[in-house]
Every structure is written in C-alpha cells, then in structure tokens.
C-alpha cells in the first residue's frame, strides 16, 4: 500500500473507467440523435424532432460530466507519470492536442447550436449542427484511440539519443492499423450502449403508460440500432480485433484465453478458473479447437501459451484479465440474443405489448457499461508490464518524485469529488427522464423552413 507505483495505476484506472463510463453513451447517443433529425426531415414528423430534443438533452449532461472527468485524467501525465510523459510526450501530445483543438470545439460548438439555436435558424441547419456532433464526437473518438493503438502496436516514431521517442511519420501515428480495427470496435461498442439506453427508458415509458408514442419510437430504434451495433460487436470488428491481437500481442492472447501450454488445436474455454500456482486452468468446459480456427482458419494450427514466453513479460494479472474477456464475450452474446428475441416481435409489432421483453429490456440498461469496462480493461491489462509495447515497461514511467501519501491524497480526492459529480448526473438525467419528451410548436416568427 505504500508503493507509488501500484497507487498511481490504481489512481488512473479509478479515473479513467469512471471517465468512460459517460463518453460511451455520448459517442453512441450521437449517431442515433442524428438518425432521430434525420427522420424528422425526411418524415415531415414533429415526434421525431421532439425526441432528438429530448436525447440532446441526456448527451449535453453526459457531455459535461465527460469533460469535467476527463481533465484530470490528462493532468496525471505530467503528476504521477512524469517519466513517461518525457519518454513519450512527443507522440502522445499530438495526439491529445489534436483531440481537444479540433474534435472538441468542434463537437462543443455545434451541440450548442443544436440545443440553443433551434428556433433562430433553419431546420436544414439544425440537422446539418445534428451531423457536427455526430462528426466530432467521432472523431474525439478516434484521436483517442490513435493515441492508445500507439501505446498497443507503436509505430511512426524515431528512438531519440536519450532514450525517449519522437513523432518521425506524422500519418504513420494517425492512420495506425491497429487505430482502424480499435475504434471500429470501440465506436460499434458505444452504439450498443446508446440503444440499450434509449430501448430501456423506451420500456420504462411504455411499462408505466408515459409519453407512449414517444417510447414506441426509442425501442424501435434502440433495437434496431442495437442488434445491427451488438452483431458489429462479434463481427467484423470483434473478428479483426481478436486476428490483429493474435498476430501482434500473442502473450495477451494467451492471458485471455488462460491458455498455460502451448497447444495445436487449440479450444476456446468457455469456463474455467486460472490456477497461477500450477499453471493451469482449473474446471474448463472447452469448445475443442475453436481457437485455433477462429485465430487462423485451421482447426489445427499451433497457439503459443504462456510457456512460449518470458515470464517478465507476461502481463501483470492474468486472472484479472482472463475474466475481464470472458465477461466482455459473455455479454456481448447476451446482447445480441436480447436484441435479435425483440427484433422479431417489433416486427410482428407486438413488442409495445410484450411485457416480459420490456422488462428485459429495461433491465438490461446497466449491462453495456460493464461490458465496455470489460473490454476496455481487456486492452489496457493485456498491454503490461508496458505502457508503450516491447518499448516502454510500465515500471519505468511513475514520477521519482511523488510520494505513496501524495497519490493517496488526490486519489482520495478524486473518489470524493467524483461521488459528487455522479450523483449530480443521476439527479439531471433522472429529471429529464421524469420530465420526459414534450412537443412544443414553434411561435409565429421563429425558423420552421424545412429548405
């Protein structure tokens, strides 16, 4: 407990999964908002209007608490990480920079325009502003995982005489493969949790008889936006995602899989306990050689175990990450399950009635935001003991000179300050909520032109 360097890991993963938990609904919020003014244009229909007003209003309270989050988690660069930000401040600075000046005030102005500027300009424009934010949210997306994909598979960066890494391919960094693939997966993934959110609460509505027309339009779309996202989620990207892992970081294959020994024909473990006493996994129930095909397209094509690899650098807790993926893989497949059990009844249009589905599907809000932390621990977990793969080890990059009771203090602070802040959230979304969607027409004299 008194180690610098386990508290400031600690301290950075308490801030960053409390941090995401908000810019995946905004993220997936965002295309769907611009999906709900894109049809009021085309239908002429006020309902849809009304609804893309309403869900703007739960993306600009996840967007503020997003912003507010996601501060400090920058600032701990330069406080608890000072070794890595001058080993790696070259390349990552890009990066970040670019996500604040361009996606940000990008995605920022125009949510304002959409939310503000409604009644004072057309309704062309205001869906055109729907698109900005679409577009800028998207992209603050991207820029983060560029910067992430360079710490999963580095590349675009020279080795400086003292050590430390330049940017020498300004394209190379933001047109990274690795970039592609992740952020397909990450965006799909966010797009899962925006519909279970908007099918939910559209559940909610119609299980309590509220705003029912209203409720009627957030589970169709929620559903369908939610089975066409979670299908994304097994394929392609879950497929790219799990082939680029296997040829690029085998040893968190490995850990992922808790495949000890090497094996030919290897099987996908469906359940099982790590053993890191004996090296093994503990009561597995094993789809035989599953893995192998999946990973190579052979049903006996050779999987490296952990044997095959120092074990300096495997990664730091591999029970920890062994159950992270098979959480992140067991719901991903409840979703699509839960998803695809509604889709039949919405088209025989008996799911507005299906009182056991609704419920299903209102239940099933928190379940995507597990998922995602799942997954997102799955990332980060499989990359140690480096912050930078095969070039910079974690260990290596906490600040000399910050003490365990320095950590303490702010973390401690940041727990506090962040209990406030998510109860703030709950207390404004719960308002919209219990305020629901309300139509409103437009007083003579202000913007209604559809050209």
Not at 101 to 130: C, D, K, N, P, V
Not at 138 to 164: C, D, E, R, Y
Not at 180 to 208: D, K, R, W
């Amino acid at each position: 407990m008194d180690d610098p360097l386990l508290i400031a890991r600690w301290q950075f993963a308490f801030t960053v999964t409390y941090h995401y938990l908000f810019p995946q609904l905004t993220m997936g919020l965002s295309l769907l908002i611009f999906v709900l003014k894109t049809m009021s244009m085309r239908t002429q229909n006020e309902l849809y209007n009304t609804a893309a007003r309403f869900w703007a209003k739960i993306f600009a309270v996840n967007f503020v608490i997003g912003v507010v989050t996601g501060i400090p988690m920058e600032f701990q660069f330069g406080t608890n990480w000072a070794k890595f930000s001058a080993f790696a401040g070259g390349i990552i600075a890009q990066t970040l920079a670019m996500e604040g000046a361009f996606a940000f005030f990008l995605e920022s102005a125009f949510l304002g325009l959409f939310l503000y500027g409604e009644r004072r300009i057309s309704q062309r424009m205001h869906w055109f502003s729907s698109l900005m934010v679409f577009l800028g949210t998207w992209a603050s997306g991207w820029f983060i995982i560029v910067t992430n994909a360079w710490m999963q598979a580095p590349t675009g960066h020279k080795v400086l005489p003292n050590g430390g890494v330049d940017l020498a391919n300004y394209w190379a960094l933001l047109l990274n493969p690795w970039a592609f693939i992740q952020f397909l997966h990450n965006e799909s993934a966010a797009v899962v949790t925006a519909s279970f959110v908007m099918a939910g609460l559209g559940a909610f509505y119609l299980l309590s008889k509220q705003h029912v027309a209203y409720a009627r339009v957030f589970v169709r779309i929620g559903v369908i936006a939610g089975l066409i996202s979670s299908l994304c989620q097994l394929w392609p990207s879950g497929d790219w995602e799990g082939r680029q892992v296997t040829h690029k970081q085998p040893i968190k294959l490995a850990a992922m899989e808790g495949l000890f020994q090497t094996e030919r024909g290897a099987g996908i473990v469906i359940l099982g306990q790590p053993d890191m006493t004996n090296k093994r996994l503990d009561n597995p129930l094993v789809v035989p050689r599953a893995l192998s095909f999946l990973t190579y397209q052979s049903w006996g094509a050779e999987i490296k175990g952990l044997d095959a690899f120092p074990q300096t650098s495997w990664p730091d807790n591999i029970p920890l990450l062994y159950y992270s993926y098979h959480i992140m893989v067991g719901l991903g497949t409840i979703f699509i399950a839960v998803m695809a059990v509604s889709a039949l009844p919405l088209w025989r249009r008996k799911l507005y009635d299906t009182g056991w589905m609704l419920w299903i599907l209102m239940l099933s809000i928190p379940f995507p935001y597990i998922a995602n932390t799942a997954g997102w621990m799955v990332t980060e977990l499989g990359r140690q003991p480096y912050l930078v793969t095969n070039l910079f080890r974690t260990a290596a990059g906490v600040s000399p000179n910050v003490s365990s009771g320095n950590i303490w203090f702010t973390f401690l602070g940041f727990m506090g300050m962040y209990a406030l802040l998510g109860l703030l959230f709950l207390a404004l979304v719960l308002r919209e909520i219990a305020h629901g969607p309300e139509y409103r027409p437009m007083a003579p004299g202000e913007a209604q032109s559809i050209s």
